[in-house]
């Protein structure tokens, strides 16, 4: 198992982009991007099913994040753009153990799915 590192996190204001990487396993079906905000719970972001490319998202992120992988590099990336203050938070990139995740050709946003796990990296938007 490849250990999970993420990168890319920062701070931007509201409206700029941001672009996190996470070096991943060929083996992982699922890979998916959590959150966690000071005092809230971890939630998903958004995941891809590997084999299939399709991907889920939440729905406080859709049509502004955009979740890829690239296969030849065994990386997996979360495109942020039109960043919003609500989007502050410790970011984790996770994985899943074989089939564990997939339901109906995607990956769920369900984190007990995920056994795998990076450290976070931080991304703070301000106004």
């Known amino acids: 198992q490849v250990q999970l590192v993420e990168s890319g996190g920062g701070s931007v204001q509201a409206g700029g982009s941001l672009r996190l990487s996470c070096p991943v396993s060929?083996?992982?079906?699922?890979r998916a991007w959590f959150r966690q905000a000071p005092g809230k719970e971890r939630t998903g972001v958004a995941s891809?099913?590997?084999?299939?490319?399709?991907?889920s998202y939440d729905d406080s992120v859709r049509g502004r994040f955009t979740i890829s992988q690239d296969n030849s590099k065994n990386t997996l990336y979360l495109q942020m753009n039109n960043l919003e203050r609500e989007d502050t938070a410790m970011y984790y990139c996770?994985?899943?153990?074989?089939?564990?995740?997939?339901?109906?050709?995607?990956?769920?946003?369900?984190?007990?799915?995920?056994?795998?796990w990076g450290q976070g990296t931080q991304v703070t938007v301000s106004s």
């Open positions: 996770a994985t899943s153990a074989f089939f564990g995740g997939v339901s109906g050709g995607r990956c769920t946003l369900f984190s007990p799915d995920y056994p795998y």
């Open positions: 060929d083996s992982s079906y699922c």
């Open positions: 891809i099913y590997s084999r299939l490319g399709s991907t």
